[in-house]
């Protein structure tokens, strides 16, 4: 069986598929439960400074099994009370990334400095919610934001920061670059894309926010074309995000580009057991495809092709 | 994945809970649920109290803002309706014993009317804060089930706790289980009252939740997503949960004691 | 039957349903079927000033019926040879609207007298193919180009211009806005979103230029999104494009604020007929919501959403 | 959507032209095409040669620069399939005159093997530049039908064009219809040939191709898109296009003449 495991933005990796971040990630038990599913790692839920209700239901609409379009509002616990799900975690065994949101750089690395004390391997900034005000476009949507803020964390932090990239711009390369400039150890690309749903017999917008983000096999074109873009510009590794439902799909990414994975949508389709299965059918696939180990696989397609990146 | 209905028909079914019937013809098991939106407000899970036929029905209790927004909609009133989510009661015993505090019953009637349709003796312990709070008692007795009833202030039947009933019923009578829905702490009750006679309990719980798929953690207990692997538990699943009867988490993921 | 004719950027439409571009517009004849199917409109491929060939095939690739990738690479026989198609198309009595591409303001505007003398209704700019190179996000990736571009081409005809605006941006509405300035009549969104395969097994992308873009039914919700922040933001009518399949579809984007609507990949799903059926159901689905014309539907959303745009 | 398949048999069917044969199991009628992908090269569409089992065939004549390619595909080598494609020959007819010209005996072989188990009688008239190049003979004869040749060169059977061989089977046998593949002008003829005795013919047509999903307008020839409305016209189809015979599309879109 071809070897899965991965070191990637320095933290070693059982295999590449971590649950990504708003999935199961609210309590303890749901990220302990995810890593023995067979989760490579496990990304908490975005926390913040303080508690957040998130925004009223409806919060979820979702497209036969290809899609899926949510506002929660980045609901979390705050980071005062937050350590005590990352504890269960890890007493789990579980590698634990800490998601963290916040509005501005200096909130961010006090939030940093808060969240690597809980003993996380890692640091995931989401500077990417398409749809919670303040905290989306604002700190991630300009190359300058991003690396200000990736700046001001590495600065605060010892452990690797990953930054997670929006694809709702003309340039997520420019944005992952910013970020290795700034001292990231990883970009993971992407969050969901801005969106919307509306109920035409009740004439209004299905989800209470109105406008939400989309996930799932739908957005698996748009965050494949965001990871080989990206990887042709960077050096850090990549971690690649969206729409993976299967093991061609994660070898896709991988191939595009990506050292390492997230999986979130499809654990609603297919139940938090998609990761044991996701495991074992990559492995096997390299297997079918001659490749030995996970990582002689990251970017190949980039040297096949003859045709420029845009 | 949601349909909008217009609401064909309200009961006001005691001073604090209202009935919605709707049309819904997807098939659904007693002990599911949906998601109901109230448009501009709110979507909540709630217990389908009427599970059989295309139409539908929901009974809801005037709690928070939302629970009575929805006591004033109108027939003609239009919801959106997801669902049916979750697992089910287990139909098959033949001597049930139920257990319902306050609107605990809207997700147990259907239970009973279906197993006493399948020929299965059912007996109600049924408890509420004052008599005509008293919940689906005509219900439940027009279906053939031996409703023994509890109020708090003993206005009706015995007064106190309906875990106390049920205690009665446990050491008098055979049952194959017992289907429980209500405050957790009356459900711990009804499960320490069957250990020593070994009845299975299967408890109906209530977590908070948003995407009722599996996904966003908000009902989570223990290891368990109320929506997907509940809302009916066997009592071993939840005994060694330490939130169980204690804990619950609100809508931001904080613990909270119940 | 509610009535479906509307007036949209000058323009009298006998329905909503255009021929998107790019779709069964090479030749005149099609065009010509396109409207004999019942379309409202039908919008060219888009021409440039030279022949192009396009690239090579794999040009498309088709995930069930729930999306489409393709890098046509904007074939077109140039604007020399083209007056002929459309010459045959308007004989057939169809309302053509001629779409146009180029690499700057002043080859748009030479393009745009070319075709205007043709005898179409309206011009529709693209300012969002997002797999040409120089013709994509070089003209129409930030708002200052795209409001020169709309201007140079507004200031030489007196046909309406409608821009297309691409999604593969963090605020389609600032570019909308942008086209309002140079003197567009109209606003369409949204062109395909940036979107890669990859083939694992031949460890190569699958298009034979790598990046396309992605369409149908995966970005209704993405089109959504986009046709209502523009229309918050612009005054002038917004044509809604994006994975229109069903009558509901087409009803979303008009209570989200289109005017009109462009049906491209559901021609490859459903035929032709396609156009048929859209104005049919569409016509029926308003009777049974109990509007009398398609008009009074227009951003009909907004009104009844409590919640403020992004 | 594409299936990458390993080329298991490569067979040399004439100076220039090439059958390989490859594992895919989707179902295929004669007369169907498959999107056939080079890697690294372009993707042609090209009728099944074989269609019937799960290992498919195409037979690809050398003519520009990626025909040229694919005739340099060994056992082992790699291309990616998309389809079957379009529609089919009409295979009730019982008494069946196929007409062929060049390489358009690899879309007419396997309905001609259908037809003959199926009870048809089948005549073919199969013509090429010279003897070597007559396409698919053995395969015909091996199946059951009269096979008459015509070579441009005479090198073997009639000298010159096989519509004339047509033309003379036409008016000394009676058929209830006409397959004819090849170059467009032949298939003209064909037509022509056959109106006087009212026999139905329909004829295959290539057009170029790209997405072969009836969307890009790559193939259209007046109302038509070949890759979903054909590529199979019965001749009235055809007879009023202008473009018919005389004019083709280029990779632009452009009409330039055949
Ligand atoms: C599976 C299930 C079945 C249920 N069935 C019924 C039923 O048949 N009849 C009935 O009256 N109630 C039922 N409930 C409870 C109901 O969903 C609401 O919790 C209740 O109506 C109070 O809502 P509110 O917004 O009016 O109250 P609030 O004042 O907003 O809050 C009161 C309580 O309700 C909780 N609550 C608020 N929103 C939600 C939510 N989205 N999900 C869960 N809890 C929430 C709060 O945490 C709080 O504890 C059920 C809950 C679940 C999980
Ligand atoms: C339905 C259909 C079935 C066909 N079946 C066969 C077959 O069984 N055997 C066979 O040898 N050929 C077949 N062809 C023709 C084949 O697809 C190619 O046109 C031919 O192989 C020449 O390709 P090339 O790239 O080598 O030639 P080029 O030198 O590139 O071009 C030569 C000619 O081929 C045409 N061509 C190039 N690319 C395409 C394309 N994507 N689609 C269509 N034409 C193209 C050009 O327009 C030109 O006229 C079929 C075509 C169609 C439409
Ligand atoms: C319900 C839900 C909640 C999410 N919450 C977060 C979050 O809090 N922080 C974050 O960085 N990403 C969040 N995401 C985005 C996911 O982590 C992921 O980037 C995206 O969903 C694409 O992956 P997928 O298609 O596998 O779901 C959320 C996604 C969903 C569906
Ligand atoms: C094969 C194909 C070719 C296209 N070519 C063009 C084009 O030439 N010009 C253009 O403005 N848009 C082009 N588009 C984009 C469509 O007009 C439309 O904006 C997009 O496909 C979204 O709509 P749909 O989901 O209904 O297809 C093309 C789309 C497809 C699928
Ligand atoms: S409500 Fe979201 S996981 Fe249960
Ligand atoms: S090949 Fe695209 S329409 Fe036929």
Redesign the pocket.
Known sequence: MAELAVRCAGVNLRNPFLL????W?ESGESLAGAWSAGAGGV?T??IGSVPRPGYPNP??EAYERWG?L?A?G?P?PGIDEYPREIEIARRAGATVIG?I?AGDPEEFARLAVRMAATGVVAL?L?L??PHAEGFGTEVGGTPENVEKVVRAVTKAVTIPVIA?ITPNTGDAAGLALAAQRGGASAV?A???LRALAIDVHLRRPVLSHGLG?L???A??PV?LACVWQIFEKVTIPVIG????ASAQDALEYVMAGARAL?????V?FDGIGVFGRLATDLSRLLDELGFARLEDAVGVAHRASSVPPE | MRTVVAVTERVAETPSTVTLRFPYPTAAVPGQFVMLWVPGDDELPMSLSYTDGPSKGVTVKAMGGTSRRVQSIRPGDRVGIRGPYGNHFDLSPKRVLIVSGGSGAAALAPAAGRSIAAGSSVTVALGATRAPELLFKERFRAMGAHVEVATDDGSEGAKGFVTAVADRLLQSESFDAVWTCGPEVMMKKVIAAAAPRSVPVFCSLERHMK?ALG??DACAIGPYHVCVDGPVFPAPRLENLSDFGTFHRDSSGRRVPL
Request: charged fraction near 10%; hydrophobic fraction near 30%.
């Open positions: 990504a971040s708003g999935v990630g990304i839920k975005s919060t979820i899926l949510n929660m980045l979390n998601s949101f995931e989401n990417s919610c997670k993971s992407i969050n969901t983000g996930s799932g096999p957005i698996k965050g995000v969206g729409g993976i997230e999986v979130g949508t499809q609603t | 995407c996904m966003c």
